[in-house]
């Protein structure tokens, strides 16, 4: 069984360019949601996508947006580019309904150095 | 505005002695929370987790006790092995949504 894998591992923007974080989920998973986590802080909520809808959206502004795929890979988007968009960026799967009780698979992450 | 709270950001323990981690959420509205554990390069992964219709659960070296009253939970590991080096994050969620609160971390060092 694979395990939630992101794309890339790295990533060095400037200020006010676009990027495009991608994310497989685990096998057989519908749920994908988004994690911002800048540095010596815990992951931020950022969005969740069941079934290609958005599920629930954190504080972040329109400029982060998503896109869920037929196979349940997911993206995320930010435009604009700001330095405090530094960080490191968790995807994190679950198995069929998004709900407190199933849980979450993270992927190893993308980290997002903003120049 | 930080709803979940560690407030100890790192801890060390001797190997076989006790592990206590602390986080504090201010949200009324939380009544599950989980604790995840993060290695290096690595995504969090899940530890273990509680109901608030609970005060303990318990999962083999690990046990999370929940205090509602006031607004507290704790991890206990014993016996502590060099192996729980990490950093650990404690979670919450209210009962409607399903948005994930974090905690900052706190990371922990088992000493051999």
């Known amino acids: 069984e694979t395990g939630v894998t992101q794309s890339p591992t790295h990533l060095i923007k400037t200020r006010g360019q676009q990027v495009t974080l991608r994310c497989s989920s685990q096998?057989?998973?519908?749920?994908v949601s988004w994690y911002q986590q800048a540095l010596g802080q815990g992951p931020q909520f950022i969005f969740q996508?069941?079934?290609?809808?958005?599920?629930g959206r954190g504080n972040f502004p329109p400029r982060f947006s998503g896109l869920q795929f037929p196979n349940y890979s997911s993206e995320l988007n930010v435009n604009a580019l700001e330095l405090d968009d530094s960080a490191l960026y968790l995807c994190?799967?679950?198995?069929?309904?998004?709900?407190?009780?199933?849980?979450?698979?993270f992927g190893p992450g993308t980290r997002l150095t903003v120049l | 505005d930080q709803q979940v709270k560690q407030n100890s950001p790192s801890l060390s323990v001797q190997e076989g002695r006790i592990s206590i981690l602390n986080c504090d959420y201010t949200?009324?509205?939380?009544?599950?929370f989980l604790w995840y554990k993060k290695y290096p390069a690595e995504g969090p992964t899940f530890l273990i987790s509680?109901?608030?219709?609970?005060d303990k659960n318990e999962d083999g070296r690990f046990t999370v006790f929940l205090n509602k009253s006031a607004k507290h939970l704790s991890l206990h590991i014993v016996p502590s092995q060099p192996g729980d080096s990490a950093v650990y994050f404690c979670?919450?969620?209210?009962?409607?949504?399903?948005?994930?609160?974090f905690g900052t971390g706190t990371s922990l060092t088992v000493i051999p």
């Open positions: 994190a799967s679950s198995p069929r309904h998004p709900g407190r009780d199933n849980e979450q698979f």
């Open positions: 096998s057989g998973h519908n749920t």
């Open positions: 996508y069941y079934r290609e809808e958005e599920n």
């Open positions: 949200n009324s509205m939380f009544d599950y």
């Open positions: 509680i109901s608030s219709i609970k």
């Open positions: 979670a919450a969620t209210p009962n409607t949504g399903n948005q994930f609160y």
